[in-house]
């Protein structure tokens, strides 16, 4: 169960980080990029709140949270993927990381009988 805490953990940062980007580009919102703010910081909130869902999902041991986190956690290792010409490597070398962890820890053994054990008790 290890791999499964760490990932859930992981996924909870991930939906902090979210939310104070979602926060900070409402704090930032400018009459002329008005639509261009506010969509933003609703797609920032939006995907903090379904990563938090599915990080208290994980920690319940709900079987269907792994689809949605291991989706997300592709699109970081693309965006990861389209950072690595910014100038540093943190930010890419950073987001492939806690992805890949993510990833690892959804599809160890030992995380996939937890989450087997779950799917066999639904009715």
């Given at each position: ?5 760490v990932a859930a953990s992981l996924v909870s940062v ?53 689809g949605p986190v291991v989706m997300a956690q592709l ?29 690892v820890g959804l599809l160890h053994p030992a995380t ?12």
């Open positions: 169960m290890p791999p499964l805490v991930e939906a902090l980080v979210l939310l104070a980007l979602g926060v900070l580009e409402l704090a930032n919102l400018r009459v002329i990029r008005l639509t261009m703010g506010l969509t933003t910081s609703v797609f920032f909130l939006a995907a903090a709140a379904g990563l938090a869902w599915c990080a208290w999902s994980l920690w319940k041991v709900r079987r269907w949270a792994r699109i970081q290792l693309g965006l990861a993927w389209n950072f690595r010409d910014v100038g540093t490597l943190v930010l890419p070398l950073s987001l492939a990381l806690v992805a890949l962890v993510v990833i996939t009988e937890v989450l087997e054990q779950d799917a066999r008790l639904d009715p």
